[in-house]
Nanobody, 126 residues
């Protein structure tokens, strides 16, 4: 069983930066695709960014150029560096791991992830 724990959320003014971390424990496969999703109040859980085997990455268009996902295999963590934050980035952010290497488009759906963290709140406001 894999456990995921997010940290690093908080409040920031528009234009600011935050770095989220996702720590994996419980014998995760270092090649598992790991993604970040976010969910705003009253909305669905949306894909944000993904890192796969070989460190290939994928981003939602809304965060491209502002967010960077990276993996540290030595300590089983995946980070999400978020720059130039906007009020519309406000949401609970979740990291998730999939036990299968689905096609890229399938990994944009939260349905194809087996393990989830508890979420961390990110609030962007002035």
């Amino acid at each position: 069983q894999v456990q995921l724990t997010e940290s690093g959320g908080g409040w920031v003014q528009p234009g600011g930066s935050l770095r989220l971390s996702c720590a994996a424990s419980g014998r995760p496969d270092s090649n598992y695709p790991i993604a970040w999703f976010r969910q705003a109040p009253g909305k669905e859980r949306d894909f944000v960014a993904l890192i796969r085997r070989g460190s290939s990455t994928s981003y939602d268009n809304s965060v491209k150029g502002r967010f960077t996902i990276s993996r540290d295999r030595a300590d089983n963590t995946v980070s999400l560096q978020m720059n130039n934050l906007k009020p519309e980035d406000t949401a609970v952010y979740y990291c998730a791991a999939s036990s299968r290497n689905y096609a890229l488009s399938a990994l944009w759906s939260p349905e194809n992830y087996d393990y989830w963290g508890q979420g961390t709140q990110v609030t962007v406001s002035s």
